[in-house]
């Protein structure tokens, strides 16, 4: 593969929440876990579900339903963890499925319409047209920084933080 080519697209983790499919830049992602038991954690924000321990290290987790005002529903089988890092911190996010990781070419995305975007809606990154289907592009770092989670703000960074992982699918047959 060409510098060129790699220059032109992206390379996203595909996870599906609430029947619509989204995708995160996969340098934010380290690891893809099944559910696991949540400690809660009292007084913390509603979207907040709790902390997990992974591997001796205490990793709060967001339920990205309660995160998105999506009506919640019971946990499956299919349920992961996407496991990320946003402005050096390492959180987890919960999602009704992981489906695939794949490179999208940067033609294939456009802007979010300034409709769907009015409001607080500044971390779509943009919407993919994969033939039939259309993904979600998001800026996780705006999304979780929205009620002060990052306090400097600065949580968008995380794509300057250019970390390729061995992504590791526990549990999981994610292309």
């Known amino acids: 593969m060409t510098k060129d080519a790699v220059i032109n697209e992206k390379q996203v983790a595909l996870f599906e929440l609430g029947g619509e499919t989204y995708g ?3 340098g934010t992602v380290h690891e893809i876990i099944r559910m696991q038991p949540i400690t809660r954690v009292p007084k913390a924000p509603f979207y907040v579900e709790g902390v997990i321990n992974l591997r001796g290290k205490v990793i709060p987790v967001v339920d990205m339903r ?3 005002g ?3 529903s019971d ?3 299919n349920n992961r963890i996407v496991v990320v890092a946003i402005s050096g911190t390492t959180i987890g996010i919960i999602v ?3 489906t695939e990781v794949l490179r999208i070419p940067n033609s294939a995305v456009e802007a979010a319409s300034t409709i769907v975007t009015a409001g607080d809606t500044d971390y779509l990154q943009g919407i993919a047209k994969l033939g039939d289907r259309m993904v979600i592009l998001l800026d996780l770092g705006k999304v979780l920084s929205k009620d002060g989670m990052f306090m400097d703000g600065s949580a968008s960074n995380a794509k300057s933080e250019k970390h390729t992982p061995g992504l590791t699918l526990a549990g999981s047959s994610v292309a």
């Open 96 to 98: 009704d499925a992981v």
């Open 70 to 72: 999506l009506d919640t």
């Open 75 to 77: 946990r499956t089988k």
């Open 24 to 26: 995160l830049d996969i």
């Open 66 to 68: 309660k995160r998105f």
